[in-house]
């Protein structure tokens, strides 16, 4: 089993910045493969960032340049450092993990079998 926590969304100005974590716990070969996504209401889930067991990364177009994923495998924690936030980035943001995630796969909810229950993020303008 898999237990995946999420931690530090809250609300900031357009500009401001945010850094979000995820501690993991359980299998831990179940979170070799982790990344975030975001979801607001009425839409589907959109893939933000994923970072693989050897650190290999990848960044939604929308986030390149402001968005950086990374991952503490001492603590088993992951990491969304989100700056120059725009309104446009409030969103539920998600943690999701799974042991293998082909490459192609890597941005889609489909990819992934663990999730956290989420922390929300909301950007004024």
């Known amino acids: 089993q898999v237990q995946l926590v999420e931690s530090g969304g809250g609300s900031v100005q357009a500009g401001g910045s945010l850094r979000l974590s995820c501690a993991a716990s359980?299998?831990?070969?179940?979170?070799?493969?982790m990344a975030w996504f975001r979801q607001v209401p009425g839409a589907e889930r959109e893939g933000v960032a994923s970072?693989?067991?050897?650190?290999?990364?990848d960044h939604a177009d929308s986030v390149k340049g402001r968005f950086t994923i990374s991952k503490d495998n001492a603590k088993n924690t992951l990491y969304l450092e989100m700056n120059s936030l725009k309104p446009g980035d409030t969103a539920m943001y998600y943690c999701?993990?799974?042991?293998?995630?082909?490459?192609?796969?890597?941005?889609?909810?489909?990819?992934?079998?663990?999730w956290g229950k989420g922390t929300q993020v909301t950007v004024s303008s």
């Open positions: 359980g299998d831990a070969y179940s979170w070799d493969f």
């Open positions: 999701a993990s799974h042991f293998l995630v082909p490459r192609a796969q890597r941005l889609r909810e489909a990819g992934y079998k663990y």
């Open positions: 970072i693989d067991r050897d650190g290999t990364t």
